[in-house]
């Protein structure tokens, strides 16, 4: 059974810090994983998605690199701003088809300081 | 181009009764999941629809259920609604290609809050 984790559970930083989230899981024959964003209340936004042939990918401030064998994948944000502050979760998905679910982990909450 | 709706976005409901959650999802996208989210379990999967048939079903009892229709649409209902029942459920979307529906990302709904008193 897939297990996703990550680490650290809260984290609260001064605007303008780069950081980075991390993410492990147990079964390594993933098809992609995702990087979501979450507001309070709100549904989950997709940030980054990697295939399970891919090192990396970047959209603006973010990088996301996955290293498939070692079960690992993070998130980085560069610059960080208030506006940042969010819940951000990883999922990944076993196959290609549907009837592939999502596992995800338990979430970072990170918060942004003025 | 619209994103994933759901309705209602919130409903209070009593134990005992059945409620009926709605979603649509992104034009051309043919897959949709269902997830249920609450603080102490985080997001559990629910079931995957595709083509109106259900794909995969999580480990949820049978007094959940789902349907999708033929335009995409799907709808999950909850029979016999217990306390443990209040969660955000969300509804997620997938363009999918060929005839085993091979998954693209996926987009989340804003959820329906449910609350059962």
């Known amino acids: 059974k897939q297990e996703v984790t990550q680490i650290p559970a809260a984290l609260s930083v001064p605007e303008g810090e780069n950081l980075v989230l991390n993410c492990s899981f147990t079964d390594s024959a993933i098809y992609n994983l995702q990087w979501f964003r979450q507001d309070p209340g709100k549904g989950l936004t997709s940030l980054l998605l990697i295939q399970s042939s891919q090192r990396e990918q970047t959209s603006g401030r973010l990088n996301a690199s996955l290293d498939k064998s070692s079960g690992r994948s993070t998130l980085y944000i560069a610059a960080s701003q208030p506006g940042d502050s969010a819940t951000y979760l990883c999922a990944v998905r076993r196959g290609e088809t549907s009837g592939s679910r999502l596992t995800f982990g338990e979430g970072t909450q990170l918060t942004v300081n003025p | 181009k619209a994103g994933v709706t759901q309705t209602p976005r919130y409903l209070i409901k009593t134990r005992g009764q059945q409620v009926t959650l709605s979603c649509s999802p992104i034009?051309?996208?043919?897959?949709v999941s269902w997830y249920q989210q609450t603080p102490g379990q985080g997001l559990q999967f629910l079931f995957e629809y595709f083509s109106e048939t259900q794909r995969n079903k999580g480990n949820f009892p049978g007094r959940f259920s789902g349907r999708q229709f033929s335009n995409s649409r799907s709808e999950m209902n909850v029979s016999t609604l217990e306390l443990g029942d209040s969660a955000l459920y969300l509804c997620a979307s997938s363009r999918s290609s060929g005839l085993a529906g091979i998954l693209g990302e996926q987009f989340f709904g804003p959820g329906t809050r449910l609350t059962v008193l």
């Open positions: 034009s051309g996208h043919r897959s």
